[in-house]
Nanobody, 115 residues
Framework: QVQLVESGGGLVQAGGSLRLSCAAS????????MGWYRQSPGKQRELVAT???????TYVDSVKGRFTISRDNAKNTVYLQMNSLKPEDTAVYYC?????????WGKGILVTVSS
């Protein structure tokens, strides 16, 4: 069973930056697409950024131009650089495979953006 461990979250003021990391217990080299998801209180989990094995990326409109996803296959790690953070980015962030996601999710990492 794959294990995913997210790290790098915390409390930051609006306009600040954070870099999230996600370490997978399996090789992600052959995984077609990895993604970062987030879930805010009372809302459904949403996919905010994806990256393919070839390095192509997609972003939800609300984070375009502010977030950058990347992957290091040698380290089985996916990153999310978050700049110009807004209070509405406050959420628990998770990483997982995309379409389909693995059944096992990590604990996630809390990002809190204060105004």
């Amino acid at each position: 069973q794959v294990q995913l461990v997210e790290s790098g979250g915390g409390l930051v003021q609006a306009g600040g930056s954070l870099r999230l990391s996600c370490a997978a217990s399996v090789s992600i080299f052959s995984i077609n697409a990895m993604g970062w998801y987030r879930q805010s209180p009372g809302k459904q989990r949403e996919l905010v950024a994806t990256i393919t094995s070839g390095g192509s990326t997609t972003y939800v409109d609300s984070v375009k131009g502010r977030f950058t996803i990347s992957r290091d296959n040698a380290k089985n790690t996916v990153y999310l650089q978050m700049n110009s953070l807004k209070p509405e980015d406050t959420a628990v962030y998770y990483c997982n495979r995309v379409a389909p996601a693995w059944n096992s999710w990590g604990k996630g990492i809390l990002v809190t953006v204060s105004s």
